[in-house]
């Protein structure tokens, strides 16, 4: 789980990253990246019930998600608001190959 710090929380914040952030990703997830003034880094985990309609399964895919970007946690620079957006259930995607989807989306996004 991250910091309190680290967490976007504010809706506000999120649609102007939304609306002015970088793209990266594709598929399985997207990335929305926007540099900010504050110095640490922030970010949210976005799954809609269009993936899937049964929160266990949601929460458990937010889990996933965030677990892979703390383990990736020390190659992201600071000063950014990030939102990444959970389009499909990756199902039984290693660990190893969600880390990889999350890893490229940065780079897309130009954030590494």
Do not use: C
Not at 81 to 107: F, K, S, W, Y
């Amino acid at each position: 789980m991250f910091a309190t710090a680290n967490r976007l929380r504010s809706s506000r914040d999120i649609t102007r990253v939304y609306r002015q952030g970088r793209y990266g990703g594709g598929g399985v997830l997207s990335l929305k990246a926007r540099k900010s003034s504050l110095e640490a880094t922030r970010v949210v985990v976005v799954v809609g019930k269009k993936t899937d309609k049964r929160a266990v399964v949601r929460n458990r895919l937010r889990r996933r998600v965030i677990g892979a970007l703390e383990r990736l946690w020390d190659r992201v620079p600071a000063g950014y608001d990030i939102v990444v957006t959970v389009h499909e259930n990756p199902g039984e995607l290693p660990t190893a190959g969600l880390d990889q989807l999350v890893t490229r989306a940065l780079e897309r996004a130009g954030v590494q």
